[in-house]
T-cell receptor
Framework: NAGVTQTPKFQVLKTGQSMTLQCAQD?????MYWYRQDPGMGLRLIYY???????DKGEVPNGYNVSRLNKREFSLRLESAAPSQTSVYFC????????????????FGNGTRLTVT | AQRVTQPEKLLSVFKGAPVELKCNYS??????LFWYVQYSRQRLQLLLR??SRESIKGFTADLNKGETSFHLKKPFAQEEDSAMYYC???????????FGTGTKLQVIP
């Protein structure tokens, strides 16, 4: 039982390059999230998916796109990377069933450290 | 809009001293708050949630609606408590969770 798995762990991009961060969870969770973590700014929500087939913008969605490929997988794409996107990216999931697990806790992946030069 | 404020970026205490990590929130509904912890080179993990009213690793947190606070407390700090602590507030409904900026706790031996 791996929980939430993110790949890659590290990535260096040049300005303008694109890449996709992968995330998968094996806990049969409904909701999945992408956060970025920056010094002094805490964790900021980029996008989230309350359930399979839906995605919504968080606080800082500009420059990113997401795909909820199926219940297990939620990917984050940077179409044209910028230095401002240098950050640590965390994927998370939660049970997210309003009827049964309202405000259930988040389970995080290990993070992807991205540097854009 | 909901907001979570953690006023201290860094809190240094000596081993055995009491710890209080501050968290204040702004939310129009009935809040349900969490504390998450990130130890060095580990993933973020849930420490405790207020509805459980439990003590985890000696930490407790009480929701004070009058002061809109959810401070994390421990009577006697241990070196292994050194970590980054985040207070979090779900908005409800769609599980949209807002985090504070985090407080780094440093326990000095």
């Amino acid at each position: 039982n791996a929980g939430v798995t993110q790949t890659p762990k590290f990535q260096v991009l040049k300005t303008g390059q694109s890449m996709t961060l992968q995330c998968a969870q094996d806990m049969n969770h409904n909701s999945m999230y992408w956060y970025r973590q920056d010094p002094g700014m805490g964790l900021r929500l980029i996008y989230y998916s309350a359930s399979e087939g839906t995605t919504d913008k968080g606080e800082v969605p500009n420059g990113y796109n997401v795909s909820r490929l199926n219940k297990r997988e939620f990917s984050l794409r940077l179409e044209s990377a910028a230095p401002s996107q240098t950050s640590v990216y965390f994927c998370a999931s939660s049970e997210g069933d309003r009827a049964l697990h309202y405000n259930s806790p988040l389970h995080f992946g290990n993070g992807t450290r991205l540097t854009v030069t | 809009a909901q907001r979570v404020t953690q006023p201290e970026k860094l809190l240094s205490v000596f081993k055995g001293a009491p710890v209080e990590l501050k968290c204040n929130y702004s939310y129009s509904g009935s809040p349900e708050l969490f504390w998450y912890v990130q130890y060095s080179r580990q993933r973020l993990q849930l420490l405790l949630r207020h509805i459980s009213r439990e003590s985890i690793k000696g930490f407790t947190a009480d929701l004070n609606k009058g002061e809109t606070s959810f401070h994390l407390k421990k009577p006697f700090a241990q070196e292994e408590d050194s970590a980054m602590y985040y207070c979090a507030l779900p908005s409800g409904g769609y599980q949209k969770v807002t985090f504070g900026t985090g407080t780094k706790l440093q326990v000095i031996p």
